[in-house]
């Protein structure tokens, strides 16, 4: 009970005013699942295919570290580059996106 005098801003007075929201459901339809399963397989799919282009590039940078040491640090440098200009952009927009 409010004190004497004193009014409440915005709150209605009559109880029947005020009306609860239905629980949220969920919607679990195969096609969701579908595209669950089909984001989940690109995913894996291009993972291992850059994983794989990532492989021949240091054994690349391998061999041609036998010939120039110099030039080889420099490869990988700019691999190092590359890779962190992806993983941090990819790590910004995904925080962009949920704030």
Known sequence: MLP???RSRGRPRDPSLVTAAPPPTLVRSPRFWAVRLGVL???VAAGLALQ???AARLAAIQALANDDVLR???ELAGLL???SVLLFGLTGAVGASIA
């Open 52 to 54: 794989g282009v990532v």
């Open 81 to 83: 580059r590359v890779g």
């Open 41 to 43: 397989a690109a995913a």
């Open 4 to 6: 004497r005098g004193f």
């Open 72 to 74: 080889a640090r420099a």
